[in-house]
């Protein structure tokens, strides 16, 4: 590459010579020319000064700059973002010298206009969780070209028609990448403001308008449908194990969801928090998400013992992967827990005195129950009942509750005041009336 030498009016050379040595032209719109040349004497490299224009006949008289390295005798300098194509040269300067020269000419090619989404497919947020806000969170990135130009973006529920307001900035990397996520500036808005259904995400060139679509943002509540089938209502003894007429229970949760809960609790307006019987998965539907069954609710797991009377409501717990305590639905039905049926008016227990280690009879114990035997054991506690019991003996049927007794009934094994309980076929338990008895 020669150098263009200017001389002096009165024929002679200038006392420096500049060359111009290599450049990386030509370059895509949206870059930066960077340039290296040499001077005589390599002393002044320091001070050579630069300017880019449109021409290369006539020295430019304004506009220089310093060039931004120099070594003895090179220098070197970078022009700022050429965003308009087109031809430009190089003239630099030695002002100790008056020598000067430009470059041959430096080309700055049109880029297509281009804007994309890095593809992640569809994806899913959730919202609604009660008590625990959103789950989820957008994020999506891409880039534009040129890399020079802005991004806007926009969220609307259309991926065939592109938003006319609600365009915001994004800000871009310089190298033409951008995101959108919690933490980009300005940040991605919250799942919880956008409605249920598909959303989208638009991006735009802010320049020339041309947009792009991102895939689906999938909006559910974590629970679809909180219905339990098969739980009528209705009234059922404390400590029942196997509700009457319960066979079954469903409820659709939404995709990321993994496990699914159905609990008793004492409000219809604050659920329960711990326990629960676990569902299971009977379908999965096109959007992914579940369909969850309980078929048999014939041992029910301990915590639906209840032991203190009262109505208790179904709800069910939408546990999703990853952790949380999930979303809560209140199911139908309710559950009214009574203490069982139990007359013991007519029972006697034998005489004491009672010594511990001894026997009594147990006569005449009216107690509704269902095909196996009740049973009976003894306590220091009116509220927590004996932990092993013993059946009765004998029954004589009777309508509408049965009659039981045993003749050889064991008393406690140590002295102290105790109280009878009985416990029904179904777990309900009741403390007879004729307690307490002291065993000496």
């Known amino acids: 590459m020669s150098a263009s030498v200017q001389q002096l009016a009165n024929g002679t050379q200038p006392a420096g010579l500049i060359v111009f040595n290599s450049n990386n032209s030509p370059i895509a719109e949206g870059n930066s020319f960077f340039v290296i040349g040499t001077v005589t004497p390599g002393a002044n490299a320091a001070g050579v000064q630069w300017v880019l224009d449109v021409q290369n006949a006539v020295l430019p008289t304004t506009g220089y700059a310093t060039v931004q390295y120099a070594a003895n005798p090179q220098f070197e300098f970078v022009t700022a973002v050429q965003d308009t194509p087109g031809t430009y040269y190089a003239w630099a300067k030695d002002p100790l010298t008056n020598a000067y020269a430009v470059s041959p000419a430096l080309v700055v090619q049109t880029v297509a206009n281009a804007i994309a989404f890095t593809d992640y497919g569809d994806a899913t947020v959730v919202l609604q969780e009660a008590g625990n806000g959103s789950y989820g969170s957008i994020y999506c990135d891409g880039t534009i070209a040129p890399i020079f130009r802005g991004v806007d973006y926009a969220i609307n529920q259309s991926n065939t028609v592109a938003p006319t307001t609600g365009w915001v900035a994004m800000q871009?990397?310089?190298?033409?990448?951008?995101?959108?996520?919690?933490?980009?500036?300005?940040?991605?808005?919250?799942?919880?403001?956008?409605?249920?259904?598909n959303s989208y995400i638009?991006?735009?060139?802010?320049?020339?308008?041309?947009?792009?679509v991102s895939g689906a943002l999938a909006v559910f509540n974590a629970i679809t449908t909180g219905t339990a089938v098969g739980i009528p209502t209705q009234t059922v003894a404390l400590g029942t194990l196997r509700i009457p007429g319960m066979t079954s229970a469903a409820v659709t949760s939404a995709p990321p969801y993994t496990a699914v809960l159905l609990r008793?609790?004492?409000?219809?307006?604050?659920?329960p928090t711990t326990g629960g019987d676990s569902l299971a998965v009977a379908s999965t539907n096109g959007d992914g998400s579940k369909n969850w069954t309980r078929s048999s609710y014939v041992g029910l797991p301990s915590?639906?013992?209840?032991?203190?009377?009262?109505?208790?409501?179904?709800?069910?717990?939408?546990n999703r992967?990853?952790?949380?305590?999930?979303?809560?639905?209140?199911?139908?039905?309710?559950?009214?827990?009574v203490a069982p049926a139990m007359d013991d008016t007519a029972m006697t227990i034998s005489a004491g005195p009672y010594v511990h280690g001894g026997t009594v009879s147990l006569a005449a114990l009216a107690i509704t129950t269902g095909a196996s035997a009740p049973s009976f054991g003894w306590s220091t506690s009116t509220v927590t009942p004996p932990g092993s019991m013993t059946a009765f003996t004998t029954k004589t049927t009777g309508s509408p509750n049965d009659t039981w007794a045993d003749?050889?009934?064991?008393?406690?094994?140590?002295?102290?005041?105790?109280?009878?309980?009985?416990r029904n076929a179904n777990g309900g338990y009741g403390i007879s009336r004729l307690s307490p008895i002291t065993v000496t």
């Open 202 to 212: 638009w991006a735009r060139d802010h320049t020339t308008n041309l947009n792009t």
């Open 321 to 337: 992967s990853g952790g949380g305590s999930g979303q809560n639905g209140l199911a139908t039905g309710t559950l009214t827990f």
């Open 264 to 271: 008793l609790g004492s409000s219809n307006t604050t659920a």
């Open 407 to 422: 003749s050889t009934a064991a008393l406690p094994g140590s002295a102290g005041t105790y109280y009878l309980w009985c």
């Open 172 to 197: 871009t990397d310089g190298a033409g990448n951008w995101t959108l996520s919690s933490t980009s500036t300005p940040a991605a808005p919250s799942v919880s403001t956008l409605p249920l259904g």
């Open 303 to 318: 915590d639906f013992n209840i032991t203190t009377a009262g109505t208790y409501y179904s709800w069910f717990n939408v």
